[in-house]
C-alpha cells in the first residue's frame, strides 16, 4: 500500500481562523514532508520530519506550525494566514534509508486545497 | 546551486504521436533523480526513480533513462489519459547531512496534453 491520506480535501478559512490540515501514512515510512504548491509551479519544500523530529524548516512563517504525534500521523497547524497563502498543500512520506541507499522516493497524498479569504 | 530544467514547458501530441521529455540538471554527484506524474488539483504520483547514467526503467508506455547531464521520459504512442504534468525531481548528495530524510529540487514540470 503506497497511499498518503490528506485531510480535508478542502478548506476555506478567514485571516483570523485557526485550522489544521491532516496527514496519515501506514507504510512505515520516517521521514515526512509539508509542500505547498502554487498553479502551475512544482511543489516548494516547507518542513521535514525524520524519526519524527523536525529535521528541516524552509524559513516558512511562523503562522504555520508542523507538528508530528507520532510516525504515521503528520499534522500542519494554520494560524492567521494571508490570502498569498491559499495554494494546494501536499504531504509526502518517505522510508528513511541510510546514506547513499536507496528507497528515498517520496509519495505524495492528495493534497488539501487551502483558500484564505 | 543544484538546478533542474524541464523542456519542453509544454507539450502536445495526438495519440499515437511518440515524444519524449528532457530534464536536465547541474547537480554534483547526483544521489537520485525521481519522475512524478501530476493530474491538475491532485498530489504527485511517483513514476520512476534512477541513480546511475545509463539506468533505464519502464512502465507502460513510459520509459525513462539517465545520463551525467539529463534524464529523458520517452512517451511511446501516448492515449489521452496521459496527459498530466511530469516533473523531475533530484536529490543531491547534500541530504546525506540533512540526516535521513531526502530533500528534492523540482524542475518546473512539462504539460503534457494528448489529443485524439
Known amino acids: 500500500d503506497t497511499e498518503v491520506t490528506q485531510t480535508p480535501k478542502h478548506l476555506v478559512m478567514g485571516m483570523t481562523n485557526k485550522k489544521s490540515l491532516k496527514c496519515e501514512q501506514h507504510m512505515g515510512h520516517r521521514a515526512m514532508y509539508w509542500y505547498k504548491q502554487k498553479a502551475k509551479k512544482p511543489p516548494e519544500l516547507m518542513f521535514v520530519y525524520s524519526y519524527e523530529k523536525l529535521s528541516i524548516n524552509e524559513s516558512v512563517p511562523s503562522r504555520f506550525s508542523p507538528e508530528c504525534p507520532n510516525s504515521s500521523l503528520l499534522n500542519l497547524h494554520l494560524h492567521a494566514l494571508q490570502p498569498e497563502d491559499s495554494a494546494l498543500y501536499l504531504c509526502a512520506s518517505s522510508q528513511a534509508g541510510l546514506a547513499g541507499g536507496p528507497d528515498n522516493e517520496q509519495f505524495f497524498g492528495p493534497g488539501t486545497r487551502l483558500t484564505v479569504l | 546551486e543544484d538546478q533542474v530544467t524541464q523542456s519542453p514547458e509544454a507539450l502536445r501530441l495526438q495519440e499515437g504521436e511518440s515524444s519524449s521529455l528532457n530534464c536536465s540538471y547541474t547537480?554534483?554527484?547526483?544521489?537520485?533523480l525521481f519522475w512524478y506524474r501530476q493530474d491538475p488539483g491532485k498530489g504527485p504520483e511517483f513514476l520512476f526513480t534512477?541513480?546511475?547514467a545509463g539506468e533505464e526503467k519502464e512502465k507502460e508506455r513510459l520509459k525513462a533513462t539517465l545520463t551525467k547531464k539529463e534524464s529523458f521520459l520517452h512517451i511511446t504512442a501516448p492515449k489521452p489519459e496521459d496527459s498530466a504534468t511530469y516533473l523531475c525531481a533530484v536529490q543531491p548528495p547534500s541530504t546525506i547531512n540533512t540526516g535521513t530524510a531526502s530533500k528534492l529540487t523540482f524542475g518546473t514540470g512539462t504539460r503534457l496534453q494528448v489529443t485524439l
Open positions: 547537480v554534483s554527484g547526483l544521489r537520485g
Open positions: 534512477l541513480y546511475s
